[in-house]
């Protein structure tokens, strides 16, 4: 199975006309500016080439687009928030992108349940803010969250800085309508949470990167709103001391967050100017963490500890919130690492393993950007509570964008051979896209990839959902 081309030139004006039925005229865009707009995400590996940007606002319209982009042999790109980091969200070959921009509702809450069923364009931060009116709390959450939408947070899975507390996004789901390659509509699980009839087919879709079908809508689990959460941030001599500091907490706290980031991702975030330095203590590594202060025993707890970390030189200096402006604050050190480093082109990495086998795993790694990149700017940050780790390099300014990619490729093979040895996983939360896709085998083995093909033959028999990522037929 191949996947489809473009259309001739001489077909497009047909398309058009059809698209233009189906979701109106004004709701089909090819000008150049929207083609840019709506055909990439954040990678800048690959520049976008789409033929038509369609937006739908129904479940029905979507299908419509499938079945007849089907009838033409036309591929599709789905997108959504376009925050993706791994090119999964982005058309080179002259595909159609349906945006699910205008499909950002809430169809239906149901207080009983803690469930909220919404439509897939939905915005992350909408949706928390939305569960929040109603006393709840929808706790995936990451930098992107204010213009990600839940339909791109379900095809890769999302995680984010909540995850040692809550999980990834497929802990949120219960319930998904979709419609596939072949242009049937889905109503998957329908929000239960026992159903025991069979294969769950929802879970398929979650992490599927749209080559399987379109996610259209979502039963989405709420839960209780966290009370009083206070945030530590936390200087360490060296990374050795991060892990025991998880541990000494984790043993007598139950944290919602514990994230860590090194000097240099500080230090851009400094520079910024939003936000102020935590203490005076230069440190190598530093760490955050944040849990419910409910109960004033709680927080003695945590300051027991902290003065344990310190007495075991684990920690060389830290600060605690005191009010919810403090610890926004605190959290910015860490949020806003992404945002401030993007000038910079960084040329990111995505990692993780079991946090067991974090230390040894993360001492390799830093051994073997070292030896190659010894005059690069390396930037360490991640949510090590879970195991997850994004490595940065930081583009020089005498070097191209191009040149910069490719001496950054050459180690590539080096750091995922040390992934495959841990048993971990190349793309963490961001997807393969394009950009890990010939990557994927260090991760997952031949015979389970065969597996994924056959899976997609299945929901997509003629191979137009977003060919090209993830793996090529």
């Given at each position: 199975?191949?996947?489809?081309?473009?259309?001739?030139?001489?077909?497009?004006?047909?398309?058009?006309?059809?698209?233009?039925?189906?979701?109106?005229?004004?709701?089909?865009?090819?000008?150049?500016?929207?083609?840019?707009?709506?055909?990439?995400?954040?990678?800048?590996?690959?520049?976008?080439?789409?033929?038509?940007?369609?937006?739908?606002?129904?479940?029905?319209?979507v299908q419509a687009?499938?079945?007849?982009?089907?009838?033409?042999?036309?591929?599709?790109?789905?997108?959504?928030?376009?925050?993706?980091?791994?090119?999964?969200?982005?058309?080179?070959?002259?595909?159609?992108?349906?945006?699910?921009?205008?499909?950002?509702?809430?169809?239906?809450?149901?207080?009983?349940?803690?469930?909220?069923?919404?439509?897939?364009?939905?915005?992350t931060e909408s949706?928390?803010?939305?569960?929040?009116?109603?006393?709840?709390?929808?706790?995936?959450?990451?930098?992107?969250?204010?213009?990600?939408?839940?339909?791109?947070?379900?095809?890769?899975?999302?995680?984010?800085?909540?995850?040692?507390?809550?999980?990834?996004?497929?802990?949120?789901?219960?319930?998904?309508?979709?419609?596939?390659?072949?242009?049937?509509?889905?109503?998957?699980?329908?929000?239960?949470?026992?159903?025991?009839?069979?294969?769950?087919?929802?879970?398929?879709?979650?992490?599927?990167?749209?080559?399987?079908?379109?996610?259209?809508?979502?039963?989405?689990?709420?839960?209780?709103?966290?009370?009083?959460?206070?945030?530590?941030?936390?200087?360490?001599?060296?990374?050795?001391?991060?892990?025991?500091?998880?541990?000494?907490?984790?043993?007598?706290?139950?944290?919602?967050?514990?994230?860590?980031?090194?000097?240099?991702?500080?230090?851009?975030?400094?520079?910024?100017?939003?936000?102020?330095?935590?203490?005076?203590?230069?440190?190598?590594?530093?760490?955050?963490?944040?849990?419910?202060?409910?109960?004033?025993?709680?927080?003695?707890?945590?300051?027991?500890?902290?003065?344990?970390?310190?007495?075991?030189?684990?920690?060389?200096?830290g600060v605690m919130?005191?009010?919810?402006?403090?610890?926004?604050?605190?959290?910015?050190?860490?949020?806003?690492?992404?945002?401030?480093?993007?000038?910079?082109?960084?040329?990111?990495?995505?990692?993780?393993?079991?946090?067991?086998?974090?230390?040894?795993?993360?001492?390799?790694?830093?051994?073997?950007?070292?030896?190659?990149?010894?005059?690069?700017?390396?930037?360490?940050?991640?949510?090590?509570?879970?195991?997850?780790?994004?490595?940065?390099?930081?583009?020089?300014?005498?070097?191209?964008?191009?040149?910069?990619?490719?001496?950054?490729?050459?180690?590539?093979?080096?750091?995922?051979?040390?992934?495959?040895?841990?048993?971990?996983?190349?793309?963490?939360?961001?997807?393969?896209?394009?950009?890990?896709?010939?990557?994927?085998?260090?991760?997952?083995?031949?015979?389970?990839?065969?597996?994924?093909?056959?899976?997609?033959?299945?929901?997509?028999?003629?191979?137009?959902?977003?060919?090209?990522?993830?793996?090529?037929?």
């Amino acid at each position: 199975m191949n996947a489809p081309l473009a259309l001739s030139a001489e077909k497009l004006e047909s398309l058009l006309e059809q698209l233009s039925a189906i979701v109106g005229e004004q709701r089909v865009k090819t000008d150049r500016d929207s083609l840019q707009t709506w055909g990439k995400d954040w990678t800048k590996h690959f520049e976008p080439n789409p033929s038509v940007i369609v937006f739908p606002a129904t479940t029905e319209e979507v299908q419509a687009v499938v079945r007849l982009a089907n009838q033409h042999q036309i591929a599709i790109t789905p997108s959504g928030g376009r925050t993706g980091l791994s090119a999964g969200a982005v058309a080179t070959n002259g595909e159609i992108v349906i945006s699910l921009d205008r499909m950002n509702k809430v169809l239906e809450f149901l207080p009983a349940d803690r469930m909220v069923r919404v439509q897939a364009g939905m915005v992350t931060e909408s949706l928390q803010q939305y569960a929040e009116e109603q006393g709840l709390y929808y706790p995936v959450d990451f930098a992107s969250a204010g213009s990600s939408q839940l339909g791109g947070n379900i095809g890769t899975n999302a995680g984010g800085i909540k995850v040692i507390q809550y999980g990834m996004t497929r802990e949120w789901v219960l319930g998904l309508t979709v419609v596939t390659g072949k242009g049937d509509i889905l109503r998957l699980n329908k929000g239960m949470i026992k159903n025991a009839t069979g294969y769950a087919l929802q879970h398929l879709f979650i992490g599927a990167e749209g080559t399987l079908g379109i996610v259209t809508e979502a039963e989405i689990k709420l839960t209780r709103q966290p009370q009083d959460l206070k945030v530590l941030v936390l200087g360490t001599p060296d990374f050795e001391s991060v892990m025991p500091i998880l541990h000494a907490f984790q043993q007598r706290i139950d944290l919602t967050a514990f994230e860590f980031f090194g000097e240099v991702a500080l230090q851009k975030v400094l520079d910024a100017g939003h936000v102020g330095k935590p203490f005076d203590t230069p440190c190598p590594f530093y760490v955050l963490l944040e849990f419910e202060g409910r109960f004033e025993a709680v927080v003695d707890d945590a300051m027991s500890i902290f003065e344990h970390c310190m007495e075991q030189g684990w920690v060389l200096d830290g600060v605690m919130s005191q009010t919810q402006a403090q610890a926004q604050n605190l959290w910015r050190l860490r949020e806003d690492i992404s945002e401030t480093i993007a000038p910079f082109t960084p040329y990111k990495n995505d990692i993780s393993v079991l946090i067991t086998h974090v230390p040894a795993f993360i001492k390799e790694i830093d051994a073997i950007v070292a030896a190659n990149y010894p005059d690069f700017e390396i930037c360490w940050f991640g949510h090590i509570g879970d195991g997850n780790l994004h490595l940065n390099i930081l583009k020089p300014a005498n070097l191209t964008k191009d040149e910069f990619f490719d001496q950054c490729k050459v180690v590539n093979t080096q750091v995922f051979e040390t992934v495959k040895k841990y048993n971990g996983s190349i793309s963490a939360e961001h997807g393969v896209g394009m950009t890990k896709k010939d990557y994927l085998e260090y991760t997952r083995d031949v015979v389970e990839i065969g597996y994924l093909r056959e899976l997609k033959k299945v929901f997509d028999p003629n191979g137009i959902m977003n060919p090209g990522k993830i793996f090529d037929l």
